[in-house]
Nanobody, 125 residues
Framework: QVQLVESGGGLVQAGDSLRLACAASGSALSSYSMAWFRQAPGKEREFVAFLTWTGGTYYGDPVKGRFTISRDNAKKTVYLQMNSLKPEDPAIYYC???????????????????WGQGTQVTVSS
């Protein structure tokens, strides 16, 4: 079992940076592919970034070049560094885990075994 808890969300201005964290408890994080998704009001859950258990990364087009996903296996924590935040970035950001030893996917839902409760990001223009 893996429990995920996100933190780091908040209210920032457009152009600012924010770092989200996803702390895992239970199984070793290193064997899981991790992803961030986001969901804005009235919209479907959208892929943001993933980091495979082998270290590969992939980003959704809206965040390429601005967001960076990383992990600290010793701390069992995955991060999402968000730079140059835009007015279209506000959403609830969710962390998800898939594994152990499974490839990541951009598809939300049951493809991921575990989900966090989400953290709200708000951007003022």
């Amino acid at each position: 079992q893996v429990q995920l808890v996100e933190s780091g969300g908040g209210l920032v201005q457009a152009g600012d940076s924010l770092r989200l964290a996803c702390a895992a408890s239970g199984s070793a994080l290193s064997s899981y592919s991790m992803a961030w998704f986001r969901q804005a009001p009235g919209k479907e859950r959208e892929f943001v970034a993933f980091l495979t258990w082998t270290g590969g990364t992939y980003y959704g087009d809206p965040v390429k070049g601005r967001f960076t996903i990383s992990r600290d296996n010793a701390k069992k924590t995955v991060y999402l560094q968000m730079n140059s935040l835009k007015p279209e970035d506000p959403a609830i950001y969710y962390c998800a885990a898939r594994g152990p030893y499974l490839a990541a996917t951009t598809v939300p839902g049951d493809a991921y075994n575990y989900w966090g409760q989400g953290t709200q990001v708000t951007v003022s223009s």
